[in-house]
């Protein structure tokens, strides 16, 4: 079964059926005790769509840039790349970095924060990438972050850069409750159409406006949705996790972040230098934190 024919089959995915959706008002805790108890919270309005749309567009002409630098230019076969946040750049301007700063000083932040169980945290550039997406049909399956990513990271904020509808733009889609470990999975580590399709009532594929966010645990089983409309997507996944927790083979490169006076502020920035993301850490979009 693919993605398009799941939407015509049980409409009702697309529905946050259990509550799952939280803005500004909500208070924290009540936020991380549902993604506790689901693995998936939605955060509607968490970033300015207008900074966003201005990012998304600077995003997509360093990618043209990047693109006809690298790629072998075969339209049609692409389905979309996978970038780690300090390569697109336009000049001095990092576009990553301007929203990577943007959640820091949203109220995403203290949402992050209790989450982690800590106000100090390091945001782990290694496991944070853009990614270009042109929908395609997809059939349905997926992963689990803890067995594709990284074992430790507790979680991943998934923001897009334009709308997702489901059924005509590629998104994400969750299976909630999330278990509380892994998952046997098939090839490609990817836990197959059965599990998916076990229980339809458990599929969430949320619509996103520009500004709103999904964070999913390392344990939510979730899905790259595709339904053949050729639409493009940008999006950026940022994985932040305690500072105490943090595994020292996680950190390069890293920015560690703390309240000081009460705003969350970059106080510790690891790199090694050969890595290719000193002029990233250093830029001006970066050092708006703070
Ligand atoms: O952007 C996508 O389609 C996949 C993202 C994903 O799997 C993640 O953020 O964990
Ligand atoms: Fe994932």
Redesign the pocket.
Known sequence: MNFKELLGKHPDVTKDRYALSFSREARPADIAAAYSEFGVVRLREALQPEMLAAEGEALRRSLAAHRSLTADGRQGAYS?SWYPPWSLREGDRFPPAAVIAAVIRSWVWDVVENLCASSHIVLLLKWC?V?H?IDKPLGVGG?Q?AK??AEDVPF?L?IPFNRIIPGQT???GFVVPAPDGLLPTQQHQDFGADYLLEEPSKLWIPSYDVGDLTI?SRFSP????GYGTEAE?L?L?VRPMSRRAAPPEYLDPSVGISRRQGIPTIVDIRRSADIGANAFLDSADLGRVG
């Open positions: 979309g990438t990614r997406a992963h972050d594709v990513v991943s998934w590629s998104g994400l999913h979730h899905f790259t949705t997507r999006s996944e």
